[in-house]
């Protein structure tokens, strides 16, 4: 089977300044992939081009068979990629059900989306358990915490059926509990679906990882399981900003 989401070649500038450069990326289905590097790695602009939100110089992104390049950002959610930014985006005033139903008609027409619905549809009512907010189900979604709304953001993805999830920064500012609970939620989403997860939360990544692709100046550094990379010297160097030998001193 061919990977899901192929990224070759690609070259971002901006005004000058290369953000990727010649970049080679693979995604094959039913990964839950971490990507990590020290802040401007080009982390987020690889998100931005696969999303449809910049284009690259140059090079290709080819998501299930389809290119993405010159797509359209509303084209490339309806081919089945979703994502979430480091701020969260829910509708404060509706309920957490409202919410998500909302995002689960993107694919309806206007005369079904204003049609008034009676009960909770399956893939609503299974969006809800997996992201445990049932409880609070009938509240406004403004009364949620930081990490309850990240929760219900990933709800509102999952709902919409999307083959590839893509979140930035999905635990930035979460408590410890609220972290380990995120990390659950994806490790449950990831069983249906394939979950590419920008993160600079190191602890966070040892926990949950397994497969970690490591970005530094627009290239790609290394890539290989959480063990392999923290293993690299040039990970702890360029990303930890200490070297093997460092570490060593500090553990003995």
């Known amino acids: 089977m061919s990977a899901l989401l192929e990224v070759r070649g690609l070259n971002v500038v901006f005004s000058g300044f290369h953000a990727i450069t010649d970049l080679d990326f693979t995604l094959d289905h039913g990964e839950l992939r971490f990507l990590i590097g ?37 084209q490339i959610v309806r081919a089945g990629v979703g994502r979430t930014f480091q701020t969260s985006v829910v509708f404060e005033e509706l309920t957490v059900l409202d919410n998500l139903d909302l995002a689960a ?17 399956d893939d609503v009512a ?5 992201i445990g907010l049932g409880d609070l189900a009938d509240r406004p979604a403004g009364v949620l915490s930081h990490g309850q709304r990240q929760w219900l953001e990933i709800g509102m993805l999952v709902v919409q059926r999307p083959r590839l999830l893509l979140l930035d920064e999905p635990v930035a500012g979460m408590s410890r509990d609220e972290r380990e609970r995120t990390g659950e939620l994806l490790q449950s989403v990831a069983r249906d679906h394939t ?13 949950f990882a397994s497969t970690v692709t490591v ?12 063990a392999e990379v923290q293993a690299d010297p040039r ?16 553990a003995a």
């Open 195 to 207: 979950v590419l997860v920008v993160e600079h939360d190191m602890d966070f990544l040892r926990r």
């Open 235 to 250: 990970v702890q160097e360029v990303y930890l900003g200490r070297t093997r030998e460092e570490l060593d001193k500090e």
């Open 38 to 74: 020290p802040n401007g790695a080009g982390k987020t602009t690889l998100i931005d081009v696969i999303t449809g939100l910049t284009k690259p110089a140059s090079g290709t992104v080819t998501f299930g068979g389809e290119a993405l390049v010159g797509k359209r950002e509303f």
């Open 215 to 226: 970005l530094h100046e627009g290239r790609m550094l290394c890539e290989g399981t959480v």
């Open 105 to 121: 008609g993107f694919r309806r027409r206007m005369p079904a989306l204003l049609r008034r619905r009676h009960g909770v549809s």
């Open 126 to 130: 299974s969006a809800l358990d997996t």
